[in-house]
Structures are given as structure tokens and as C-alpha cells.
């Protein structure tokens, strides 16, 4: 089993008044040669935006973008006639294909929200742009894996183009919970929302990453209440 790992205070940081923003990696003027990617995973951003705030209207393609609040909500809009909030708890995945032009701002005008942002490489390009939505309760997690998002439906999932898996679940003190491979050559990026876990021998605390290759199964120990994000996605080669 290979392991990189990525501590959260070593994440690129920019504070622009309005938006605070951690890159895992490298994005927009944080760059670290050693962190393009891992396998089809491009982006996996930690933004915190002030009330009524948020990203003007700006174009993406070929791309599979999710967005998850952790806390607050935030207000999407696109050129296509797509505007639907999306609250905690509730994750989007917007599949940019041949193209799309939208903007992002806090549906709140007084509280903050902060939102996960994951780009993932798409398995075929230009297709037909299409968004999806949905809630995931939080009581559907405890102690199980809840998948967000993967290639088919039947997983009760939102659809991703690319054979790709993101799931979540909340761990009390003491769990211990194995994720099994879904695909072959793919690999794990571990990502802790909240809490404190070990994998191996490996601690792992609040908004530390991990990624993980040459194994089909990990296996995570919570040595308190913890909230992990865990992305599974091809290796590319």
C-alpha cells in the first residue's frame, strides 16, 4: 500500500476579504508540482464565503464538479436556467462537458458558508452538460458508508461520468469501518471533514488528507466522534 499524505495546515491558503480558500491542491496562484492531482481527482477546495457573497459567472468544460455544504448554503446559477440552493447536507454534481457558464454565491446575506468543492476528470468528454441534486441525511450515514456520488444510480447515488465513488460517513469514539474497493486500479483519498482517526499507522485530524494506492481495502479506527469523505477514483497512468 502506497500513502501520501497532506496535513491541513500545509494545504495552499488565500484570503481574499470575502472568501477564505484551502486548495489540497494545486489551484488558481497556489502551485505545488508535487500536488496535481491524485489519479482522476483534480481539486478538492475548502471554501468559506461571507454572506452575500460569492463567485461571479465564470465557464467550465469537460469537468465533474461537486459541491457539498458543511455549513450554511449556497446559491448556484447557471445559463442554462439552473437555480436551485443547495443546503447542508445536500450535495450537487454539475457534469460541464461541452461547456457551461455559471456563478456561485452564499444564499445567505448575513451568515457564512463553507462548502467542499471537488473536481474530478471526466471518464468521456463533451457530452451534454447536465446538473443533479439531492439531500443525503445525515442518520444515513452513522456508522455505514453513504454513497454521495458514483457511476450508476442504483446506488441510490447522484451519477458521476467517470468510475468514481464519493461516500461519507460519521464515526463515534471507538467505530472502525473498512471501505472496499468498488473498481480495479483505482485509489482512496481520504479527507476529514471533523474528528480524529488513525488508518494504519497513520493519524489523521480535522481537514487532513490522505491518499492511498496499491490496495482494494482500507480499514479507519475513530478515536472520537469523526466525519470522513472518502473519494475513490482511477489512477491514471
Known amino acids: 500500500m502506497n500513502r501520501l499524505i497532506h496535513r491541513a495546515d500545509e494545504r495552499g491558503f488565500a484570503n481574499h476579504g470575502w472568501l477564505k480558500t484551502f486548495h489540497s ?21 475548502d471554501d468559506t464565503v461571507e454572506g452575500g457573497m460569492g463567485f461571479g459567472s465564470h465557464p467550465h468544460n469537460n469537468m465533474e464538479i461537486i459541491s457539498n455544504p458543511i455549513e450554511g448554503a449556497l446559491a448556484p446559477k447557471d ?9 447542508n447536507n445536500e450535495v450537487q454534481i454539475m457534469s460541464a462537458g461541452t461547456g457551461i457558464v455559471h456563478s456561485e454565491y452564499n444564499a445567505s446575506k448575513t451568515e457564512k458558508v463553507n462548502f467542499l468543492q471537488i473536481w474530478i476528470l471526466p471518464k468521456i468528454k463533451d457530452i ?11 442518520d444515513n450515514r ?8 458514483s457511476p450508476g444510480s442504483e446506488m441510490n447515488s447522484l451519477v458521476i461520468n467517470q468510475d468514481a465513488v464519493i461516500a461519507r460517513v460519521t464515526l463515534s469514539k471507538n467505530d472502525m469501518i473498512k471501505y472496499n474497493a468498488k473498481f480495479e486500479n483505482s485509489g482512496f483519498y481520504l479527507f476529514v471533514i471533523e474528528g480524529d482517526i488513525k488508518v494504519k499507522d497513520i493519524r489523521l485530524t480535522r481537514r487532513d488528507g490522505l491518499g492511498v494506492t496499491k490496495t482494494n481495502q482500507i480499514s479507519l479506527n475513530a478515536f472520537m466522534e469523526s466525519d470522513i469523505l472518502i473519494i475513490e477514483v482511477p489512477i491514471l497512468h
Open 128 to 138: 451534454e452538460p447536465y446538473y443533479d441534486q439531492r439531500e443525503f441525511p445525515i
Open 25 to 45: 491542491f494545486s489551484f488558481s496562484s497556489y502551485f505545488d508540482p508535487n500536488k496535481m492531482g491524485f489519479g482522476a481527482l483534480r481539486v478538492l477546495n
Open 142 to 149: 452513522k456508522g455505514k458508508w453513504q454513497t454521495l456520488v
Open 79 to 87: 445559463d442554462h436556467d439552473n437555480e436551485k440552493v443547495i443546503y
